[in-house]
């Protein structure tokens, strides 16, 4: 089934040690999203990719990059996480067109602990 | 985007309807509202999207007055696998990127 894919599910680091969440799809999408959720709170756009066009939210931290080799993969990179970094990861997708909306899909989400 | 505001948190029993409302008093003229589902420890998921009047699919009904300044959700006979984060958003829906701005949700528990 076509799907999108987090590596991991689970990731534990070390407060400013880097760390990077991976992301894949299948769906064979033109856009591609990282979100953040905090526990109890909503999802979160930290940025997201049309084509290899990248597009950064004006309040994403310094602190997250992203990078997109590829139409399948998607990285997010957190150079020195942060306490305040802990949270769910969330990537989607979704197929850019003029037409009907697109609706975002979602992967299951990596969830970070900082240490 | 237009500001959502939904209540924090519904009740409801096995078999029952139930209904959300979410208010959207600033939508603009091109904004549609769109309902996504989320289950704990995943990925939120699209239920629902309408513009005017009353869309209905296998899962939900969405139901828009007139005036479109508030739009009710409805699951039919819901179960136990219903209890989940619904989620109003409302913006255009050819938006760059279709960026999703998500308010709070509706943390929705069905018991038994």
């Known amino acids: 089934d076509a799907m999108v894919i987090q590596n991991p599910r689970y990731q534990v680091t070390q407060f400013g040690k880097p760390v990077t969440l991976s992301c894949s799809q299948t769906l064979n999408h033109n856009v591609m999203y990282w979100y953040q959720q905090k526990s109890s709170q909503a999802p979160k756009l930290l940025f997201h990719?049309?084509?290899?066009?990248?597009?950064n939210e004006a309040d994403t931290p310094d602190n997250f990059q992203s990078r997109r080799p590829n139409t399948s993969f998607c990285f997010l990179d957190i150079r020195s996480p942060g306490l305040g970094d802990a949270a769910m990861y969330l990537c989607?997708?979704?197929?850019?067109?003029?037409?009907?909306?697109?609706?975002?899909?979602f992967g299951p989400g990596t969830r970070l602990t900082v240490l | 985007l237009a500001k959502t505001t939904q209540p924090i948190s519904m009740d409801s029993y096995e078999g029952q309807e139930v209904n959300i409302t979410c208010s959207h008093n600033?939508?603009?003229?091109?904004?549609?509202i769109t309902w996504y589902q989320q289950f704990p420890s995943q990925g939120p998921r699209f239920i629902i999207q309408g513009y005017k009047t009353k869309v209905t699919n296998e899962v939900a009904s969405l139901f828009i007055p007139a005036d479109r300044k508030s739009s009710t959700l409805s699951l039919p006979r819901v179960s136990l696998s219903d209890t989940a984060v619904y989620y109003c958003l409302v913006g255009p829906h050819k938006a760059a990127g279709n960026k999703l701005t998500f308010g709070g949700g509706t943390r929705v528990l069905v018991k038994p």
């Open positions: 990719y049309y084509d290899k066009d990248f597009n």
């Open positions: 989607a997708t979704s197929r850019k067109t003029s037409g009907d909306y697109n609706e975002q899909f």
């Open positions: 600033n939508i603009a003229t091109n904004d549609y």
